[in-house]
């Protein structure tokens, strides 16, 4: 299994950017979520959002509701591909963004870090005042 995250960049405040992230060697796999994290320099790791493999309703942190969503792309057995579109973006969301799966479960509110058991390697987001 394999996790790549695209996308970032540097954007105003108030901007948009999307983020995407393919996964790869799904095949097999019926149960799972993909989710968003970031984190800010001298923060803890956050969860930002997360969908299921069965296309259940998504999960959106309080933090980013209303601004953020995800969503996932049309995909076949083995691979997926998930999009975090974010609007109206804050300074205060500058961090480094991951996508991560969990092989185990399908997506939970508390979007939790440590239930996740693959990682990217991290795509950048800046955003200046």
């Known amino acids: 299994v394999q996790i790549v995250e695209s996308g970032g960049g540097l954007v105003q405040a108030g901007g948009p950017l999307r983020l995407s992230c393919e996964a790869s060697g799904l095949f097999g796999l019926d149960v799972y979520a993909i989710g968003w994290f970031r984190q800010a320099p001298g923060k803890e790791r956050e969860g930002v959002s997360c969908?299921?493999?069965?296309?259940?309703?998504?999960?959106?942190?309080d933090s980013v509701r209303g601004r953020f969503a995800i969503s996932r792309a049309a995909t076949d057995n083995a691979k997926s591909t998930v999009y975090l579109q974010m609007y109206s973006l804050k300074p205060e969301d500058t961090a480094v963004y991951y996508c991560?799966?969990?092989?185990?479960?399908?997506?939970?509110?508390?979007?939790?870090?440590?239930?996740?058991?693959?990682w990217g390697q991290g795509t950048q987001v800046t955003v200046s005042s």
């Open positions: 991560a799966l969990d092989l185990e479960r399908l997506c939970v509110e508390d979007l939790w870090p440590g239930d996740y058991d693959v």
């Open positions: 969908i299921s493999s069965s296309g259940g309703p998504p999960k959106i942190a």
